[in-house]
C-alpha cells in the first residue's frame, strides 16, 4: 500500500501539527495504535500550551470534526463550553439579523398533551 497519499501538508510554523505527526509516526513505528479520543486531548493540550492561549476555542470549535467533536467538547471547561455557546449565538443572530429573517426556533415552546 502506498502510505504516501495518506501525508498531510502541514504549515511549517505548527507546531502542534507538527508534534502530532511525529507522534503518529512514532506510533505507526513501534505498532501502537490510539483511539482517536486520545489524540484529540493531546492535541487540545499541546495547542493550549503550544500556542500561549492565543488560539480562540471558538475557531477550534468551528474546526472539530464530527467524529472528535465529543472528545473536543469534553475537554473544555465551563467558561470555555458558556464562551463558544455564546460566540454560536452572535452567529446565529447575526445571520438571521443580514437576512431580515426570523428564528423560529428561538420561542419555540413545548407543548404537553
Known sequence: MDKSKF???ID???????????WYTALGKN?????PK???IL???LAKHL???EEDIFDRYMNTKAG???SFWASLSKEEKAYVEKRRQEMRDEWYAKRNAFDNQA???LLKG
Open 68 to 70: 472528535e467533536f465529543d
Open 31 to 35: 505498532g501502537v495504535a490510539i483511539q
Open 51 to 53: 500556542n500561549d492561549g
Open 38 to 40: 486520545a489524540s484529540t
Open 107 to 109: 420561542n419555540r415552546t
Open 43 to 45: 492535541g487540545t493540550i
Open 12 to 22: 511549517p510554523n505548527d507546531k502542534v501539527a507538527q508534534i502530532m505527526n511525529e
Open 7 to 9: 501525508k498531510v501538508k
